[in-house]
């Protein structure tokens, strides 16, 4: 997989930019994320929480929470404990404010932490979950592998991530989009310009459907299932351990 990274700085890693990136635009992310998604991103979270619902989960890792819209909605499941775990400092701030304005802190923690070296032990939670977050990964296998040790056997990995449609004309109109549309759109509300453009050349270049199937039955998943969402704009991966 083609290595993309926010800022073309050789003497960083992915993560330190990624981290970076994140931070520049953590300010005005939920607000231009509805734009960029035409307000559709919160249909797809709903059909998450809904999946991770039949597994009456206790305790639920959201990995790559950024400002926490899916550990917020994860709620619904009546889980006791829900962990939201990002790398951006400043994601995590805005999602404490969300958090506290809802009063929601003694279900919900925001941690800081990185996704390839998870803080928990092996079989901790009953549900994980990663919206819009695992191409961010500096090594993707890790990360997913991390994920696997910590999940309780039997338990449910669901994981939101953008897709590219494979039929035509929605395959020429998402690449007009991405390459074109959403970098200005990116440009005229963020302070951060490159952002935007990293966001949809990450997209592009994620191993989508039948690829990240094979990735996440390679890590040991069992299940593995893929739903498109909206044309394939965005795909529903589920798995088991």
Same mark, same amino acid.
């Given at each position: ?7 073309k700085?050789?003497?960083r890693?992915k ?22 998604s035409?307000g559709?991103?919160?249909k797809?979270?709903?059909?998450? &929480?809904?999946? &991770?619902?039949?597994?009456n ?5 959201? *990995? ?43 279900i ?15 079989g ?5 979950? &990663? ?14 592998s991390?994920?696997?040790? &910590?999940?309780?056997?039997?338990? *449910? ?23 074109k549309?959403?970098p200005l ?7 951060d310009?490159?952002a ?14 039948e ?12 299940? *593995? ?6 044309l ?10």
């Open positions: 997989m083609e290595k993309i990274t926010p800022y700085d050789q003497n890693t993560k330190e930019q990624v981290a970076e990136m994140f931070d520049t635009i953590s300010g005005n992310y939920d607000g231009l994320n509805r734009v960029i035409f559709i991103d919160i797809w979270r709903k059909k998450v &929480v809904s999946i &991770v619902s039949k597994k989960p206790d305790k639920i890792l959201d *990995v790559a929470t950024g400002t926490g819209d899916l550990a917020i909605n994860l709620v619904k499941t009546g889980a006791k404990e829900i962990i939201g775990l990002d790398i951006s400092s400043g994601m995590l701030n805005v999602g404490r404010e969300k958090i506290k304005a809802k009063k929601l802190n003694t919900i923690s925001m941690v800081q932490g990185d996704g390839e070296g998870l803080p928990y032990e092996d901790y939670f009953d549900a994980i979950t &990663v919206a819009f977050g695992v191409r961010n990964f500096e090594h993707l296998e890790k990360g997913l991390e994920i696997f040790r &910590v999940l309780k056997p039997g338990g *449910v990995f669901v994981v939101l991530e953008t897709s590219i449609p494979t039929k035509a004309p929605y395959k020429q109109g998402y690449n007009f989009y991405s390459k549309i959403l759109i990116g440009k005229i509300f963020s302070k310009q490159s935007y453009s990293y966001l949809s050349k990450s997209a592009a270049a994620f191993p989508y459907g690829a990240f199937n094979n990735i996440l039955q390679k890590i040991g998943f069992i299940e *593995v299932k893929d739903n498109p969402q909206t394939g704009v965005a795909t529903i991966y589920t798995a088991t351990k």
